[in-house]
């Protein structure tokens, strides 16, 4: 597996496939996108998954954090996490932040990201904020 960066739009047909197939496309095109790092991890050339990271200041927010589904379950979005950690350290960012849905809030547990009790809804899917301080 190879870890690349990618441009923005590379990100939405796998945020649309996976995060919000019953929503319009352009709802995957944030306006924000162009301020973002986006990341890749590529198995044959092939783009299994994606995230988005949003830097200010001392803080960085990860969003759309997808694998496509048939790719899921082999530690593939580990990998990339882990690979946003790292260059979260690197940049000396002191908090990594995302809005988790509800029920991937175990997921994010497992790379030491606590529940900061901040709940919110959108598009009828249950939101919780994780972060990690470094």
Request: hydrophobic share 40%.
């Amino acid at each position: 597996m190879e870890i690349k960066t990618i441009n923005a739009s590379d990100t939405w047909q796998i945020r649309h496939e996976v995060m919000w197939p019953d929503q319009p496309f352009e709802f995957v095109q944030l306006e924000e996108d162009n301020l973002g790092l986006h990341y890749g991890a590529y198995e044959n050339d092939k783009l299994l998954s994606i995230v988005s990271c949003f830097i200010t200041g001392e803080e960085m927010q990860f969003r759309k954090l997808a694998t496509l589904a048939e790719y899921q379950g082999r530690g593939i979005a580990s990998t990339l996490l882990n690979h946003i950690f790292t260059a979260a350290r690197e940049k000396e960012i002191k908090k990594v932040w995302c809005n988790a849905r509800a029920e991937k809030k175990q997921f994010y547990e497992k790379f030491g990201m606590v529940d900061t009790g901040e709940l919110f809804t959108k598009a009828g899917q249950e939101f919780v904020i994780m972060q990690i301080v470094f």
